[in-house]
Structure formats: C-alpha cells, structure tokens
C-alpha cells in the first residue's frame, strides 16, 4: 500500500473517531440540557399550579375549586415541555393542554427521542373537586436538538471531505521530490559522491536535501583519514586536545576555544598546567594522563581564561602511530558538567525544602489538632455551661422578675452563639468527623456546611475508588485543597457553581496509585480582575503540600470561564507508612 494512502486512511480513521467522540459527547451535552430543561419546566408549572390551588381555596362559593382551575388552565394555553391534564372527582378527564404550535406536525426520530430524552415522573397535584396531571414532554427540545445535529452533521460531512481531499492534495505534493532523492541515493551507490540533491520548497523534504548533501561532502572528503579525524574534532560539542608527552597543547579544536576562552594560537605549545587550579592537582593529573592508560568521565576542575572554575567530565585516550605503534601522546575530550552539578545540588535542597515543608505541615497540623481539642474541652464547655445556668436563671425568674428573665434570655443567646462559634473555629481548625469517620464522611460534611452557609451557590461533590485508610497525610492535603479552593471561589470569584471531584485510581501518566483531586467552578477566571488576590498564598501552600508528597498541582482557566484546580498526590509510600 503506498504511503499516500496510508496517510489518508489514518487521517481518514481519526477524522472517524474524533467525529465519533464528538457525537457522543454532543448526545450527552443534549441529553443534559434536555433534561435540566424538561425539569425547570416542571418545577415551574407544578410552582405556578400550586399557587393557583392555594388561590382558588379564597374564591367566592359561586365559583368551585374545578372551574375556577378549568378558567386558570383555558386561559394558560400551552406550557413548553410540559402537558396539564384536569379529571374531576369522578376522574373523568375534562381538560388537555392544546398542542404546541412551536414546530407543529414535526417529531425527531424515535431512536434519537430515547436517547436524549430524559425519564422524568408525572406529578400529580389533587384539589377539592379533582386533580391535575403533569406530564414532563420533552418533544419540542428534542426535535430543536435534532435540527441542531442535523446541521452540524452536514457541517462536519462537508469537514471531511474537504480534509480528506486536502490531506490528499498535501501529501501528493509533499511526496513529488521523493524521486529525485531516490536519483540522488542511485548516483551516491553508483560511486558518483559529487551528487547533489536540489532546495525543495516543502521544509522537511528541504531538511533531507541539505542532510543528503551534508553527507555527501563529508563521503568525498573522507577519502583521507587525516582530513576525517580533523572534520569530526572540529564539530564535536565536546571540548578536545592532544597533549605531546611533554603535557604540552598541540591540538586546541573550537569548542575548546568557547569552554576556555583561549583561541589557538594563544594556546598551543603551552602546557597544560595553565587551565589547573592547583599546582600539586596539575602535576597528579598529568602524569595519570601522560601514563597512557584511559580515562572515562572522571570528574575534574579546570580554569577558563577569566579565572572561573569549572567542573568538568574528563575522557582520554592515548595517540598511537599505527605504523610503529609508539605512544605520540594523549587525546583529552573535556565536557562542561558545572550547570549539571548545580542542577542536582539544586534537586538536592529542593528536596530538603519539601521535607522540611512537609515536616512544618505536620507540625501545623498538629497544633491546630491540639488547639481545637483545647477550644473543644475547655472554651466550649465553658460556653456550654454559661448557657445552662443563663437557661436556670431564665426559668427561675420568667413570674417574678421580668428584666432578669429578659437579661438570662441573651446570657442564653449569646452563649449559644458563642457555642456555635467555637464550634465553627474547630471544624475549620482541624474537622473532628476526618479523625473518626474518614476522609469521604468528612468531604461530604464540610460540603453540606458550605452549601448551609452560602444557598444560593449550588455545590457538588463527586468521590469516585476506595478512599479509606490514605493516611494521615493525604486525607488532611486533600481536605485542606478542596477546603482552600472552596474559600477562593466563594471570596474571589463570582461563581454560582462549584464542582469538586475526588478520584482514587491509577494515574496515566506514571501508573501510580494516587488520588486526583479537582475543584472548578463557573466564575470570572484569572486574569479576569481578580489574579492578583485569587494566586496568593493559599495557592502557593496548596502547591507546597502537593509538592512535599511528591505530586503534581495545576491551575488553569477554564474555556467556558472559571478556574480549575487540580492536583494529583501519590498514596502508595504514605499508605505503607501508615499502615
């Protein structure tokens, strides 16, 4: 099969999947919307009929509940997603909605009707003298959902085969010059090394004719082996001199001339003492080289021009005379490993940094525990206490002394609220539930508290694979990111939704066992006015506590709007080590 079709088939296949995904992903969106928009419907019609109950039970005597309920629903026509039906007490049925006049006579087909449309119950709403039925119809969004994907699905036909006829023009257009390499290849096999491939205009086909030409001027020019040597010393990255048995330099190649800063004239003849720091280190280093044995990568430090120092990997190999065999002295390659050095001394305090964050993490963990066992035992019981005695003084004096009543009253109030607020400063200090319940029992806590205290801001929380028995560690890093990220979005950003998601499972990066945690919401996004305040140093101490358990921590905006926040801690080395 040629290549040309090769491509085009592959092109073709993941054209295939990528429409497929997509289908999926639109049936799911359109399944959703369908569904939220078919229940809003339904709580509204099922609002608005229980209003007209309760109204029509103040109606004068002449008017019954039923016809005033059969006026109400003639004049109400149609509502959208929805059909009301009226039976008497008898159950005879005497009112239908009217047929909805948007799209009328037009239905999507079965097949994508039951896979978009949502299975909602019927509500049934009883007065005096009968009851209504509320049937959820999703039809007519339905059918706007298929009008929709019909149209896409021309788009995206039109899409591919536009693609495809292009990816095929492309790639006949691409593959032209392949026969004049071909040419070449025959006339470099043929011993003509002067061959010359001409410039294409596409760059990768550009890239192989200056490749080819490259190796055909090496290929002429290495008919002497001297010239060879020469070209490959020349244009080796490494730092490389030939030493005579005195130790002195006769051969200095260009990178040399950039990792010292001599240019060769400045240095060849001298020895090779000038770029050792030490005098003692130089004469050791010359005669373990001069010895003519070979040297792999030994670690050494040598001068640059200027003074500074060098760490540095040294390979030699000592220079025979193939005729006679007789040692002409030593061939010294050298490579710069100061910034690898630096690097791992780097890699080494960055993990001393974790550890000690890590450390300090603990700690602080520690003293909140013990300060909300303090405000537990001693500040609540004290409250606890204030409140039954102002509960004894209130009862005592509720005939006889009005004003002490009233006094008790707001002892009894203010120590309840004082109640409440300790109660709040330990379960933000350190949540008593994920020391004895576990770390989902907790999730689930801290969430109902947020959706208490803020109503209008629809939260969710889902937990997905075992997360029991994480340790210590992990359950209180995770319950400190959502916590944080849950206290930016309700402070910073503006959001009337916020979704958290906990995962036990394999990560598909490294295949470890970790647990990924993500918090997203709806709301203004970085950038958007509120960077400055919402990357601060919550974020910084999340990303610290990921990072001392060796995970990985993410922000990012969403397409849509909002922010994401997602980090992924490895459980399996803390699990062990709580266990």
């Known amino acids: 099969m040629r290549l040309r079709t090769r491509i085009n088939l592959l092109c073709t296949a993941l054209m295939v999947l990528f429409l497929m995904a997509s289908g999926a992903m639109m049936l799911d969106n359109m399944r959703k919307s369908i569904g939220e928009e078919v229940r809003a419907a339904t709580r509204v019609t099922v609002q608005l009929l229980t209003t007209v109950i309760y ?99 021309w788009i995206a036909g039109a899409f591919f085969v536009l693609i495809n006829v292009l990816v095929f023009w492309l790639v006949e257009r691409a593959l032209k010059p392949v026969k004049t390499i071909l040419e070449g290849l025959s006339q470099m096999e043929q011993g003509r090394l002067d061959a010359r491939l001409p410039d294409f205009a596409l760059p990768e086909m550009s890239a192989i004719s200056h490749t080819f030409n490259r190796m055909a001027q090496a290929l002429e020019g290495s008919m002497a082996e001297n010239q060879r040597l020469a070209l490959a010393v020349h244009q080796s990255g490494d730092a490389t001199l030939i030493l005579d048995p005195q130790g002195k330099i006769t051969f200095w190649n260009p990178a040399a001339e950039r990792l010292f800063g001599y240019a060769a004239g400045e240095i060849l003849g001298q020895s090779a003492r000038v770029l050792m720091p030490d005098a003692g280190q130089a ?50 390659s050298l490579r710069d490993v100061t910034e690898k050095k630096r ?138 990111i959502v916590q944080e990220c849950l206290t930016n979005v309700v402070k910073h950003a503006g959001a009337s939704r ?32 509120g960077t400055s305040v919402r990357v601060g140093y919550g974020l910084l101490g999340m990303r610290e506590r990921v990072q001392a358990l060796k995970g990985r921590f993410s922000v990012e905006n969403r397409p849509g709007g909002g922010v994401m926040v997602r980090a992924v801690i490895p459980v399996s080395v803390q699990t062990a080590a709580a266990g």
């Open 55 to 153: 109204s029509s039970q103040f109606v004068p005597h002449s008017d019954s509940q039923l016809q005033v309920m059969l006026n109400f629903l003639h004049s109400l026509g149609r509502v959208r997603s929805n059909e009301i039906r009226c039976y008497n007490s008898l159950g005879d049925l005497v009112y239908v909605s009217p047929p909805s006049p948007y799209k009328a006579g037009r239905y999507a087909p079965p097949w994508f009707s039951r896979l978009v449309s949502p299975k909602e119950p019927l509500v049934f709403l009883r007065f005096q003298g009968g009851f209504l039925e509320v049937i959820p119809d999703p039809s007519r969004a339905t059918l706007d959902a298929w009008d929709d994907l019909k149209s896409l699905a």
């Open 283 to 332: 004469d050791e280093t010359l005669a373990a080289l001069l010895r003519g044995g070979r040297v792999d990568n030994a670690e050494t430090r040598w001068l640059t021009r200027d003074g500074r120092s060098l760490d540095l990997s040294l390979s030699a190999a000592p220079l025979t005379d193939p005729a006679s065999g007789q040692v002409l002295g030593e061939i010294v």
């Open 343 to 480: 690097a791992e001394t780097i890699a080494r305090e960055l993990e001393q940094n974790r550890r000690l964050t890590q450390l300090i993490q603990r700690h602080v963990e520690e003293e909140r525990r013990s300060l909300a066992r303090e405000l537990h035992d001693e500040l609540g019981q004290c409250a606890t206490a204030i409140k039954t005695i102002g509960m004894t003084i209130a009862q005592r004096t509720a005939q006889n002394d009005p004003q002490a009543h009233e006094l008790a009253k707001t002892i009894v109030s203010i120590a309840g609220h004082l109640y409440d607020l300790v109660h709040r400063m330990i379960r933000s200090l350190r949540p008593s539930v994920l020391d004895h319940l576990g770390l989902p029992e907790a999730l689930q806590d801290s969430m109902e508290t947020w959706r208490a205290a803020h109503p209008r801001m629809n939260f969710s929380l889902q937990l997905e694979g075992a997360l029991d028995g994480l340790g210590e560690e992990v359950n209180i890093t995770v319950y400190r």
């Open 498 to 529: 916020a979704e958290v998601q906990v995962v036990r499972g394999s990560d598909p990066e490294s295949g470890e066992d970790t647990v990924q945690v993500t918090v997203q919401d709806d709301g203004r996004g970085m950038g958007n006015g």
